[in-house]
């Protein structure tokens, strides 16, 4: 299956869709920006607009690409007093969860509140990271539905004071699949618009609700190899995400969103069908990148030794994943295609580097690979 040829149809087709959905709520829409500029249906404050039910969001989002722009519209900050404006920058201010407006006048911003008071702000730039990915510096409102703890609880983290840690990181991970993995780099190139990077409780995520977005957790000593990991991991989900974005529904011979327990009969676990066969589509991917970075001794010292762990860690967790879905009859043509891809792909990977990837003890390891604990391990 060679995904990376089909890809810019699939992609066409998300954006085509979320046309479609923008027009039904406004049939002026393409009055206000360019129908023709795909650029702007890749902004993932767009899909994360469209799967919730409040149009009031819409001019906030639209302001920065708009053919004409509005001199006065509605805002909102978020807790810390900060309204994002895509494709514009922020505005700084001591208003935290408000509706406010923001006016243009003579070329100048300004912010007032619901009394037309002139609000003190100061205004940042947006920040853009390597191939122009933008790093987005602070939480939105309406992506702060996807931060989840495992009880499913809308939880708080930590963005402001974590991102300027981990700029170099990403920038050297990113060139170091552009220099080792081109041609799966350029799908990352297509498909990653912005990156957010946090602390906090949920996992390292992308969602279709941000469509074109990575969300990255990492903390103080995650470096370059964590990077190159996790852009690899989440970066795939956005991919799979458009690949699969008509087909998800066939692929299987039951809904896409049935409960994995159902299909394996075992009560723990957890997550849907489709989202669980996500996680081969990842591991297809971050493995080669690993292998041709081992082969090329791209990392040196404990940076070398913490990449063979992740590889070993990963590439079991492929075999795990080929294993559990090894299920008769699961599967409609297409959803047996992937299957046969997935699977094709581990062996042979499996194949050329199975004395590394048994050498090591990785039975240990939490989801989130500990480099301490594969050291101690590992001796």
């Known amino acids: 299956m060679n995904f990376y040829n089909n890809f810019d149809n699939c992609q ?8 479609v959905l923008l027009y039904q709520r406004h049939e002026n829409i393409f009055d206000r920006i360019d129908f023709e500029d795909d650029r702007i249906y890749q902004e993932p404050l767009l899909y994360a607009y469209i799967t919730q039910s409040d149009d009031f969001w819409l001019d906030s989002i ?37 509706k406010l407006f923001l006016e243009v006048v003579n070329g100048t911003f300004l912010i007032k509140n619901q009394k ?12 853009f990271l390597e191939e122009g990915i933008e790093l987005v510096k602070t939480q939105h409102p309406l992506f702060e539905v996807l931060f989840r703890n495992n009880n499913d609880d809308i939880v708080e ?16 991970a990113l060139k170091i699949i552009k220099e080792n993995y081109s041609e799966y780099f350029n799908l990352l190139k297509k498909s990653i618009k912005k990156v957010l990077i946090y602390d906090g409780e949920p996992y390292s995520f992308a969602a279709l609700q941000a469509h074109n977005m990575i969300f990255l957790n990492a903390h103080i000593g995650n470096d370059e190899v964590f990077f190159l990991d996790h852009i690899l991991h989440e970066g795939a989900h956005v991919i799979f995400n458009t690949l699969t974005y008509n087909s998800k529904m066939n692929l299987f011979k039951v809904p896409f969103k ?29 493995n080669p990148c690993m292998e041709i970075c081992i082969d090329n001794n791209v990392f040196k010292g404990e940076q ?5 762990g992740r590889f070993s860690s990963n590439m079991k967790r492929f075999r795990a994943g080929i294993e559990k879905f090894n ?25 050329r580097k199975k004395d590394l990837i048994d050498s090591f003890d990785v039975s240990n390891q939490p989801y989130v690979f500990s480099y301490n604990i594969f050291k101690e391990s590992n001796k």
Do not use: C
């Open 12 to 19: 066409e087709d998300v954006i085509d869709s979320l046309k």
């Open 62 to 98: 639209i302001f920065g690409y708009e053919k004409n722009r509005n001199k006065k519209i509605e805002v909102f900050s978020n807790k810390k007093g900060i309204v994002y404006i895509p494709n514009i920058g922020y505005f700084h201010t001591d208003e935290k969860n408000q």
């Open 116 to 127: 037309d008071e002139k609000i003190v702000f100061h205004f940042e730039s947006l920040l």
């Open 157 to 172: 983290v930590e963005i402001d004071k974590v991102y300027d840690k981990h700029i170099e990181h990403f920038n050297t």
């Open 258 to 286: 049935t409960a994995m327990s159902e299909i394996t009969n075992d009560k723990a676990d957890h997550g849907e069908l489709y989202g669980r066969f996500h996680g081969m589509f990842t591991q297809s991917n971050i």
């Open 304 to 308: 070398h030794h913490e990449l063979l």
């Open 327 to 351: 299920i008769p009859n699961l599967y409609n043509e297409e959803g047996e295609l992937w299957y046969q891809f997935f699977t094709e792909r581990y062996q042979n990977l499996y194949n």
